[in-house]
């Protein structure tokens, strides 16, 4: 069995604090790209999901409060979207060899579960995808400095870490490569005490151009990753986080989340572990390529 635990796979109100003093990222009011959600009840077949592609709507993610989990998805940018939902194999290996040959027709994994992985092509794209897993181990796997090692060999071979899996005990980090050429620079920092100074650290980063990955777990430390697209044209980004009060269901998410997709920020995810969980919200300026998409993860 396969089990994602991070993608690396989004109260109505005002338009949420600023999570920092942010810097080059702009004035915090409207980004260069408008973004907007909508929700679909589970389970979401092909053919649903394809009527929202040619709308423009990309998967982002599955939300769930109160027992009511719903897909969510983003319009970001002008481009329709096709999709292919597959059954999930029943090993790993064979769970890979299905990623990687999806890849190569274009195909990005976009979601799984025990039952069926969904896939998702800009449509009309020759754009393709090459995938390679690193299995790190059991309970946390390697100790993090194994981990940085490796990643930043990926990260300047033009690999980005799109999921982290967990199959039979062991954690496996699926790494994906466009046909695009593209390299990236990884920083790696241990969290920060409390939310305010987590949020600041994030702008700060942002402000470098690094935009915050995801938070990933090892047997000897806990890490924040942070990822810079260095390719000639994109490395001018610079990203500018704000935050906004849990929601309590999936409508009032969408509605935040709209609110704050009109003034540019994309959803980035709930940050939790200081106490009251927020929802994140991110502001790319001069944005090109990968970093640019919104992602709708959690951490």
């Given amino acids: 069995m396969v089990v994602c635990l991070s993608a690396v796979l989004v109260a109505c109100g005002g338009g949420g604090e600023d999570a920092g003093d942010g810097g080059n990222g702009g004035d915090g009011s409207t980004g260069s790209r408008v973004h907007r959600y909508v929700d679909m009840a589970l389970p979401a077949s092909a053919a649903q999901l394809n009527a929202q592609g040619l709308l423009g709507y990309r998967y982002i993610g599955l939300r769930g409060y109160n027992g009511a989990t719903r897909t969510l998805l983003v319009n970001d940018t002008a481009v329709a979207y096709t999709y292919e939902v597959r059954a999930t194999p029943a090993t790993l290996a064979a769970f890979l060899d299905d990623v990687k ?86 920083r790696f920092e241990a969290p920060a ?91 790319a300026a001069n944005c090109r390529g990968l970093l640019c998409d919104v992602r709708g993860q959690s951490y």
């Fill in 101 to 186: 040959a999806q890849g190569a027709r274009g195909f990005r994994l976009a979601r799984y579960d025990t039952q069926d992985a969904t896939y998702v092509q800009v449509t009309n794209s020759t754009e393709k995808f090459t995938y390679e897993a690193d299995v790190r181990g059991a309970a946390g796997g390697v100790p993090v400095a194994n981990f940085v090692a490796n990643a930043n060999a990926r990260a300047a071979a033009g690999f980005h870490l799109h999921f982290v899996l967990l199959s039979g005990g062991q954690y496996v980090d699926l790494w994906e490569r466009s046909s695009v050429p593209a390299t990236y620079e990884l």
């Fill in 193 to 283: 005490a409390s939310e305010a100074a987590q949020l600041a650290r994030f702008d700060t980063y942002g402000q470098a151009g690094f935009r915050m990955h995801s938070f990933l777990q090892f047997v000897d430390a806990d890490v924040w990753m942070y990822e810079r697209d260095k390719t000639t044209g994109n490395e001018k980004a610079t990203f500018r986080y704000f935050t906004g009060a849990a929601a309590s269901s999936v409508p009032e998410l969408v509605a935040q989340a709209n609110q704050h997709g009109a003034l540019g920020r994309g959803f980035d995810g709930a940050l939790t572990g200081f106490g009251a969980t927020r929802h994140l919200y991110v502001l």
